[in-house]
């Protein structure tokens, strides 16, 4: 219990105890609590053993989750800027999340590691590699370009980098197999006994074909050389 120094009188609620640099609350009944408690519609942690309201990241073993506490103790929700880095807490249950989430007021999908940071750039996610926005974190798909590898890449809907031949709007394209670099120019379909030709858009195109001062043909259904 807490009894005021001056009066006697019973404290309750939060209160400070400055010679333990610590913040405690004591119930209606003026006994200290401890663990988790619902406050004024704000969920707190007290210490189990001293009491002192907890702040910053805490781990609550029993309901197996992570969670975060404001300067003030209060648990929070949803998006949350911490020490320069982005997290994500359950809207319910303040759980922080990992691994890929969609924001739907953002409109994006972004990706969270184990210790529940967002990601940027090129992450290579059990086994396949996607693409994060370097200044949002949203998930990219499509064509994109990777300046600093000199190439650009195909990622599909799910945002994963695709590989070898693959037809886009209509048109057939081939990226490589190891680095998923779009390809140009002539270029051999073992599996399919025939070379192609891509244009500088990575374009697979059929018909007669001036390429570097020679005249080319190639299939108008297949675009193997004739």
Known sequence: YLFDKAT???????????????????????????????????????????????????????????VYYNSNGQMQYGQQKINGHWYLFDKATGAMKTGMQTIPEQHKTVYYNSNGQMQYGQQKINGHWYL???????????????????????????????YGQQKINGHWYLFDKGTGAMKTGLQTIPEQHKTVYYNGQGQMVYGTQKINGKT???????????
């Open 8 to 66: 006697g009188a019973m404290k309750t609620g939060m209160q400070t105890i400055p010679e333990q640099h610590k913040t405690v609350y004591y119930n209606s009944n003026g006994q200290m609590q401890y663990g988790q408690q619902k406050i004024n519609g704000h969920w707190y942690l007290f210490d189990k053993a001293t009491g002192a309201m907890k702040t910053g990241m805490q781990t609550i073993p029993d309901q197996h989750k992570t």
């Open 132 to 162: 994060f926005d370097k200044a949002t974190g949203a998930m990219k798909t499509g064509m994109q370009t990777i300046p600093d590898q000199h190439k650009t890449v195909y990622y599909n809907s799910n945002g994963q980098m695709q």
């Open 216 to 226: 080319y043909h190639f299939n108008p259904v297949t675009g193997a050389e004739q």
